[in-house]
C-alpha cells in the first residue's frame, strides 16, 4: 500500500524550508520541541494509515444512507473518527485549558493533511467539527465555550456550518432563514440549509450546528448586513452539560456527490414542524464577519486538502510508473529487448514532474501560510505579526484557489499515466480525481476568489498586500541570483513580477476611471496568473534549500535535493511562462466574456 504523502518531503518543507522548529521559541509553544513535532507526526501518520487509508476505498463504494430514521455509515468510520478523537488529534492546535494539545497550528496542519491524504471522506466530519470549535473560541461567549466549544474539543460533540440554502449557495446576502426572537433572549430558527456536511450521523453525543440567518426584527438591514450567526445543537444542552430535548432541526435528505462520498452531506429543515431553538453568537448583524474567522483558516485547509489528494494521486502515479513494463527506448526498438518501465519514457516523465512540481509546490504554499496563521496568533512582535497578516490576505485566494485547480489537473495526469488501468476501480485514483474536484467548488469558488484577490485583496490599503507580497518575493530574487544553479530563475522570476506589476496597474487604472466591469472580467485569469508567480516562488525557495543542503547529504537525500531542483527547473520552464499570455490578454482588458451574449452561448 502506496503511503499518499512522502515522509521526507513532509520533514524538508517543515524543518528545512520553513524552520518550524523555531516556533518553540514562542511562549504559547514553549512547552513543545522539534522531538514533540516529530512524535505527533508519527503518530498521525501511523493512524492515517492503519485506520483511514484502510477502508478509504470501501466507504466510497458504500457512501452514507438514510432509512427514514437515522444515517447508516460503515462501522470503519466510527472505528477510525474515535481512534483519532483518543489521539488527541482533534484538539491538537486548541489551548490547554480548553482540552488541547496547544500544538502551532503548522504542526496540525501538517498532520491533518495526513489524514485527508489517506481518506478524505472519513477525516471531513474531524475537520468540521474543529472549524466549528475555532469559530466558538475566537467569538462565542464564555458560556458558549462551556457549553459547545470544549465538548467537541474533547470530541463528545460534533460541529457543522450552515451558510448556503437552496436558493442561494454563494450569495449569502439572498439567505432565508429567519431567527424569530423570544423573550428568554433565545431565537427559533425557520428555514433550509443546503450542502451540510456532517449535518446528521451516529458519530457523536449531539452535532453543534454554526447557522447564518436574518434575525425578524424591523432594524435587520437588508443583504449580508443583516446576518447574523447562531449556535443550534441537534439535541439541547442543558446548564450541567447533559443532553436535554430534541431540537427542531430535522434531516429532509441527503445529497449525492461525485466524491467526498464518504462525509454523509445533507438538506437540513430548522423549525419546520417543531420549535428550533438557537442561540446568537456575537453581535446581532455580525455574523459574517464572525463566519469569516474561520473561513479563511478553512480555505487554507480547503487548500491544503486539495494539495494532499493531488500528492496522494502522485504517489501512485509514481510507484505505478517505477514498476510497469511496457514498450521500449524510442531509440532503439529491438522487438526482442526486454520492456522498460514506462517511467523510461520522457512523456511519462513529463506527466510526473508536472504532478511533483503542482502538488510538493502547494504543500509548501500551504503550510507557509500556515505558519503565518501562527505567528499572527502566538508572536510578541508586533511588526512581524502585522507582515504576516498582510501577507495572509492576499495569500489566502491563492493558497486555496491554486491547489484546488492545478493539483486537480495533477490528479487528471496520474491517471493518464496508468492509462486504462487509472480508469478503473482497481487503483485509487479516479477516487482521488473526484474527490478533489470538490476543493475549486468549496468555500468560495474559483471565480470568487479571483473577485477576492483582484477587487479586494490587490487594491486593500493602497495595494499595501500586494507590495508587501511582491518586496518578499524580490527579496528571494536578490538573495538566489547569485547562485549559478538558480540563475536562470531568478531572472524568469524577475521578469514574471514585472509583467505582473506592469499588468496590475493597467488594471487598477480601469478601476479608478470607473470601468469596475472590465477590471473583473477575467478576475479568474489574474488569479491563475499571480498564483503561478506565487508557486515558482516557492519552488524557488525549495531549490535554495535544496542547492545548500545538498553538499554535506546522504547518497538518498542527494537525489532527493536532485528532484527538488528538476521540479523546479521544470515549473519555470513548462509553467511560468504562461503568466505571459495572461499579462497580455489582462492587459488588454479584454471583453470576449462580457459581450458574449446569452442567446450566442
Given at each position: 500500500m502506496t503511503k499518499p504523502i512522502n515522509r521526507r518531503d513532509l520533514d524538508f518543507l517543515l524543518f528545512e524550508y520553513l524552520n518550524v522548529g523555531e516556533l518553540s521559541g514562542l511562549d504559547r509553544y514553549r512547552e513543545h520541541d522539534r522531538a514533540t513535532f516529530d512524535a505527533v507526526i508519527d503518530a498521525a501518520e501511523q493512524l492515517s494509515v492503519d485506520q483511514f487509508l484502510s477502508h478509504a476505498a470501501k466507504l466510497d463504494a458504500n457512501e452514507p444512507h438514510f432509512d427514514g430514521e437515522r444515517v447508516h455509515l460503515i462501522p470503519e468510520v466510527q472505528a477510525a473518527v474515535d481512534a483519532y478523537i483518543e489521539g488527541g488529534f482533534l484538539g491538537m492546535a486548541f489551548d490547554a485549558e480548553d482540552g488541547g494539545l496547544q500544538l502551532p497550528y503548522t504542526v496540525a496542519q501538517a498532520c491533518a493533511s495526513l489524514f485527508s491524504a489517506a481518506n478524505i471522506g472519513t477525516a471531513g466530519y474531524a475537520f468540521l467539527t474543529a472549524a466549528a470549535a475555532n469559530m466558538l473560541r475566537i467569538v462565542g461567549s464564555e458560556e458558549q465555550k462551556a457549553r459547545y466549544m470544549r465538548p467537541m474539543i474533547e470530541g463528545r460533540f460534533f460541529g457543522t456550518m450552515c451558510l448556503s440554502e437552496p436558493q442561494a449557495g454563494s450569495s449569502l446576502g439572498d439567505i432565508k432563514t429567519r431567527a424569530i426572537p423570544q423573550p428568554d433572549g433565545s431565537y427559533k430558527l425557520v428555514g433550509t440549509k443546503m450542502w451540510i456536511s456532517g449535518g446528521e450521523h451516529d458519530l457523536s453525543e449531539n452535532i453543534i450546528h454554526m447557522v447564518l440567518a436574518k434575525i425578524d426584527a424591523p432594524d435587520t438591514p437588508p443583504g449580508t448586513k443583516g446576518i447574523s450567526l447562531f449556535v443550534v445543537p441537534k439535541f439541547l444542552v442543558n446548564?450541567?452539560?447533559?443532553?436535554?430535548?430534541?431540537?427542531?432541526?430535522?434531516?429532509?435528505?441527503?445529497?449525492?456527490?461525485?466524491?467526498?462520498?464518504?462525509?454523509?452531506?445533507?438538506?437540513?429543515?430548522?423549525?419546520?414542524?417543531?420549535?428550533?431553538?438557537?442561540?446568537?453568537?456575537?453581535?446581532?448583524?455580525?455574523?459574517?464577519?464572525?463566519?469569516?474567522?474561520?473561513?479563511?483558516?478553512?480555505?487554507?485547509?480547503?487548500?491544503?486538502?486539495?494539495?494532499?489528494?493531488?500528492?496522494?494521486?502522485?504517489?501512485?502515479?509514481?510507484?505505478?510508473?517505477?514498476?510497469?513494463?511496457?514498450?521500449?527506448?524510442?531509440?532503439?526498438?529491438?522487438?526482442?529487448?526486454?520492456?522498460?518501465?514506462?517511467?523510461?519514457?520522457?512523456?511519462?516523465?513529463?506527466?510526473?514532474?508536472?504532478?511533483?512540481?503542482?502538488?510538493?509546490?502547494?504543500?509548501?504554499?500551504?503550510?507557509?501560510?500556515?505558519?503565518?496563521?501562527?505567528?499572527?496568533?502566538?508572536?510578541?512582535?508586533?511588526?512581524?505579526?502585522?507582515?504576516?497578516r498582510l501577507l495572509l490576505e492576499i495569500l489566502t485566494p491563492i493558497a486555496k484557489s491554486w491547489p484546488s485547480e492545478f493539483c486537480l489537473e495533477a490528479n487528471k495526469h496520474a491517471i493518464q499515466v496508468l492509462g486504462g488501468y487509472g480508469y478503473t476501480r482497481d487503483y485509487p485514483v479516479e477516487r482521488l480525481y473526484r474527490d478533489n474536484r470538490l476543493n475549486p467548488i468549496h468555500e468560495g469558488t474559483h471565480g470568487i476568489q479571483g473577485l477576492d484577490l483582484l477587487g479586494r485583496k490587490v487594491m486593500m490599503q493602497d495595494g499595501a498586500a500586494l507590495k508587501l507580497l511582491v518586496a518578499t518575493i524580490t527579496e528571494t530574487i536578490s538573495r538566489t541570483a547569485g547562485t549559478p544553479e538558480l540563475a536562470e530563475f531568478s531572472t524568469e522570476l524577475s521578469s514574471a513580477l514585472t509583467a505582473a506589476g506592469s499588468t496590475t496597474q493597467t488594471l487598477i487604472g480601469a478601476a479608478m476611471k470607473g470601468d469596475t466591469d472590465r477590471f473583473l472580467a477575467n478576475a479568474t485569469v489574474y488569479l491563475d496568473m499571480l498564483g503561478h508567480i506565487v508557486m515558482a516562488w516557492q519552488w524557488l525557495e525549495q531549490a535554495a534549500v535544496a542547492v545548500a543542503a545538498r553538499a554535506d547529504a546522504s547518497e538518498a537525500d542527494k537525489d532527493f535535493y536532485a528532484g527538488k531542483l528538476t521540479a523546479c527547473q521544470y515549473f519555470f520552464r513548462y509553467e511560468l511562462p504562461k503568466i505571459h499570455t495572461q499579462c497580455a490578454l489582462l492587459s488588454r482588458l479584454d471583453d470576449t466574456t462580457l459581450n458574449a451574449r446569452a442567446e450566442t452561448l
Open positions: 446548564d450541567d452539560g447533559s443532553l436535554g430535548a430534541r431540537n427542531g432541526v430535522r434531516l429532509a435528505g441527503l445529497n449525492h456527490k461525485m466524491g467526498y462520498r464518504g462525509t454523509v452531506n445533507t438538506v437540513l429543515n430548522f423549525g419546520e414542524s417543531e420549535d428550533c431553538i438557537g442561540h446568537l453568537v456575537g453581535t446581532p448583524h455580525k455574523g459574517l464577519a464572525g463566519m469569516f474567522h474561520m473561513m479563511n483558516e478553512a480555505r487554507i485547509g480547503v487548500g491544503m486538502g486539495a494539495a494532499v489528494l493531488g500528492y496522494a494521486g502522485y504517489q501512485v502515479a509514481l510507484d505505478y510508473a517505477k514498476n510497469r513494463p511496457q514498450g521500449r527506448p524510442v531509440s532503439g526498438k529491438d522487438p526482442n529487448a526486454k520492456p522498460v518501465a514506462i517511467i523510461e519514457h520522457a512523456d511519462v516523465r513529463r506527466l510526473l514532474l508536472a504532478q511533483k512540481a503542482a502538488v510538493e509546490g502547494a504543500f509548501g504554499l500551504c503550510l507557509y501560510c500556515a505558519k503565518l496563521v501562527d505567528i499572527v496568533d502566538a508572536s510578541d512582535d508586533s511588526d512581524a505579526v502585522a507582515h504576516a
